[in-house]
């Protein structure tokens, strides 16, 4: 099982520029997650999904547009970037008929410059 | 406005010695509470807490949850350099999660 992948783990991108952060997992979970870390902070969740074709804000969904066309995939699509979107993000997946455990994928490192 | 508050920052002790991380939540319809452990990369789930489960151990960890203060606690005894790292408390709301900044825990040999 590869649980939750994400792709990439790296990137720079320079202001205005866009990119599309994929995130797959093959737990056939309902739920997605989209978070941001910022250095020395807790996790803040920009947008969600508990299902295909079903997609809602979190917290911080400013400059940020997400997709859910199937259960494993819910890209992360990053408009016009700026130097406040610099982050770690994480995806995450769980499945809402049991524990309610959240898996995380390894992160994407991004910053603009 | 939601949000989840945990203290201290940051802690350091030394291999042995016991911590209490603390954690108190306002949270629109509670649902649960859970603890991660966020070592270099993504966090990975130590405990989840309900109104139905509010006490839970595992070796060494053992959280309590307080549903009257909206607060809990995570201990570790015999702490070892190994448990260093930074502890999240989430807690879920209607359909959305709100974590903490985070508390640093550093156990110096």
């Known amino acids: 099982n590869a649980g939750v992948t994400q792709t990439p783990k790296f990137r720079i991108l320079k202001i205005g520029q866009s990119m599309t952060l994929q995130c797959t997992q093959d737990m056939n979970h309902n739920y997605m997650y989209w978070y941001r870390q910022d250095p020395g902070m807790g996790l803040k969740l920009i947008y969600y999904?508990?299902?295909?074709?079903?997609?809602d804000k979190g917290e911080v969904p400013n400059g940020y547009n997400v997709s859910r066309s199937t259960t494993e995939d819910f890209p992360l699509r990053l408009e016009l970037a700026a130097p406040s979107q610099t982050s770690v993000y994480f995806c995450?997946?769980?499945?809402?008929?049991?524990?309610?455990?959240?898996?995380f994928g390894p992160g994407t490192r991004l910053t603009v410059t | 406005e939601d949000k989840v508050v945990q203290s201290p920052l940051s802690l350091v002790v030394h291999e042995g010695d016991t911590v209490t991380l603390n954690c108190s939540y306002e949270?629109?319809?509670?649902?649960?509470l859970l603890w991660y452990k966020q070592e270099k990369k993504a966090p990975t789930f130590l405990f989840m807490l309900t109104s139905s489960g509010i006490e839970k151990k595992s070796g060494r960890l053992s959280s309590i949850l307080d549903k009257k203060e909206l607060s809990s606690i995570l201990n570790i005894t015999a702490t070892q350099t190994g448990d260093s790292a930074i502890y999240l408390c989430?807690?879920?709301?209607?359909?959305?999660?709100?974590f903490g900044a985070g508390t640093r825990l550093t156990v110096k040999p």
């Open positions: 999904s508990v299902g295909a074709g079903i997609t």
């Open positions: 949270v629109t319809n509670f649902r649960s």
């Open positions: 995450a997946s769980s499945d809402r008929t049991g524990i309610y455990e959240q898996y």
């Open positions: 989430a807690v879920e709301g209607r359909n959305d999660m709100r």
